[in-house]
């Protein structure tokens, strides 16, 4: 059973990649990370310390939002979902390889990005996980406002209030840098992560942030699945709604 | 295989019933159409008996089981063609066939084999974005029988082919039923009906009139009439007559014995013909 089921999103994976490839999301993430690379070769050494982690910090999160949205609207668009939803892969299997796909592409720009930028030590362990844990959240957020929007237009325009309300409390740092009930907060907890990769935290704040975030990626996994199946499996092209009533 | 009983649905948002009390099954190895106008529920129906659609009411057993008891492992018996073409525009032919084909457990089927029925090996690499309507169907077709399913949906097969096209998919789904395939077909094309299906079922509003053979329903509910034309005095004329008073009209027999036959054609009722007699509605 769950050998099939590995099985299963092995061969979504790869071909979520190989959908990623072949509409350019590859390249586009290939030039977004040499912009990033122009950048912050060019700035001081002392900023660079800060903005390189705010910057692979920027990509799992806000990149990984914008390119689900195109992705999944893409497939319901060309109507790949429906044809999806009639095969034995199960909803959480899509999730997972949608948020897996992403993630491997944003390890790998954020790993591209840390190696040519910074020179100093970074803990690559903290790094991979911060990058990982970063991603899945970002990621199934961007699939459940997908799931909600049928245009890319419309995405966009309800990802706004997602993303003022999940990026806010990012700016609470300013005034309130160490103030530990901040990583209660995803954003600030991944945040946190990244940048501990780069700037020595303490192991257990390290710790706490790593199992708040999986935690709550496991419960937003049940969640954005249930979802996906309501609006997008049993959503369908009309949905539970009369098509005759729209 | 598929057993339907007091069928009831209503959207969430409709306050009217969009199926109502339907009642039929299909046996195994048959191919059973489901006619009808747009908006008339088959599209629904085959939602539901597919698992797309929940909160019906009555009973829906389907390869022994209800419906609502199936899990995923359900869509490894059963293949689904949709009346669009849904496939990855970006990717090959054979690249979209793998790739949907390997979340099946079942990867017997010859992939080539499979495009080389439908004529499409030779665009085997080729993008489907470049794909013609006919040949996207074609795939979208054969997509749906690539993990060699016992029971195949397929909704207006043959929307916007060509008569060549058309032929094809038609003499595919004969050969899949000559394989012991069972096959439900919804379409609002008599002519695919016609020649498809062991059975038919007319639905309209929601509601299942009749069910029946479509050569019983063309006997049953038709008035058969033969037309004959042919050649007296030099002139062109034609004789209409019913097909049961042929042996014993006068008329006819002086007409075959002294005049130079043109054509002889007999004029029974087509589906459609049944379809408007017993729901008062065209099928378009």
Redesign the interface.
């Known amino acids: 059973m769950i050998k099939e089921s590995m099985k299963r999103i092995k061969n979504a994976l790869i071909a979520d990649l190989k959908f990623e490839r072949k509409q350019g999301f590859f390249i586009i993430y290939l030039i977004i990370s040499f912009l990033y690379l122009l950048v912050l070769t060019q700035i001081p050494e002392n900023v660079r310390h800060i903005a390189v982690p705010l910057v692979i910090f920027s990509d799992p999160s806000v990149l990984g939002l914008f390119f689900i949205g195109g992705m999944l609207l893409l497939e319901k668009e060309q109507g790949i979902l429906q044809s999806i939803v009639v095969t034995p892969l199960k909803s959480i299997e899509y999730v997972i390889s949608k948020v897996a796909s992403l993630s491997i592409i944003a390890v790998l720009a954020g790993l591209l990005i840390s190696r040519l930028t910074y020179s100093e030590s970074v803990n690559y362990i903290y790094l991979l996980m911060g990058i990982l844990l970063t991603s899945f959240f970002f990621t199934q957020i961007g699939i459940l406002i997908a799931c909600r929007s049928r245009t890319i237009n419309e995405f966009f325009l309800r990802m706004v209030p997602w993303m003022l309300a999940l990026m806010a409390p990012a700016f609470l740092l300013i005034p309130f840098w160490d103030a530990a009930v901040l990583n209660l907060f995803p954003i600030v907890a991944c945040l946190r992560l990244v940048y501990g990769a780069y700037h020595f935290n303490s192991i257990g704040m390290i710790a706490f942030q790593m199992i708040y975030m999986a935690l709550l990626n496991g419960g937003l996994l049940i969640y954005t699945t249930k979802q996906f199946e309501e609006r997008i499996v049993y959503g369908g092209q009309h949905g539970q709604i009369d098509p005759s009533q729209k | 295989m598929i057993l339907v009983e007091k069928l009831d649905f209503t ?4 306050q009217k019933e ?1 199926l109502s009390g339907l009642d039929f099954h299909i046996e195994k190895g048959e191919v059973f159409g489901f006619l009808g106008p747009s ?1 008339a529920g088959k599209t629904t129906t085959q ?1 539901i008996i ?1 698992g ?4 019906y009411s009555g009973k829906v057993k389907i390869l022994g089981k209800e419906r609502r008891e199936w899990k ?2 359900f ?2 018996r ?1 293949g ?1 063609a ?1 009346d ?8 090959s032919a054979s ?1 979209n066939l793998k ?2 084909g ?4 079942n990867q017997e089927q010859n992939i080539e084999e499979l495009l080389d029925h439908v004529g499409l090996l030779k665009d085997k690499d080729k993008k489907v974005e470049g794909f013609s309507k006919g040949m996207k169907m074609r795939l979208n077709f054969v ?1 749906s029988i690539l993990h060699n399913p016992d029971l195949i949906f397929l909704d207006e097969p043959t929307t916007g082919l060509d008569p060549v096209n058309a032929k094809i998919i038609k003499d595919k789904i004969l050969e899949l039923k000559g394989e012991g395939k069972t096959i439900f077909l919804t379409t609002h094309n008599m002519t695919v009906a016609e020649q498809l299906c062991d059975r038919v079922g007319f639905i309209n509003d929601g509601v299942l009139s009749v069910i029946d053979s479509p050569k019983n329903l063309m006997v049953t509910y038709g008035n058969p009439m033969v037309k004959v034309s042919y050649i007296e005095a030099g002139k062109e004329e034609t004789m209409t007559l019913s097909l049961t008073e042929m042996s014993g009209n006068l008329e006819f027999h002086r007409i075959v014995d002294t005049c130079d036959i043109l054509t002889i054609h007999s004029q029974e009722a087509t589906l459609e013909d049944v379809f408007i007699q017993l729901t008062g509605r065209s099928l378009l």
């Open positions: 959207y969430h948002n409709g969009v908006g939602r597919i797309l659609l929940r909160g995923k492992d869509y490894e059963i689904v949709f669009f073409p849904n496939l990855y525009t970006k990717l690249e790739l949907i390997s979340y099946y457990r997509r």
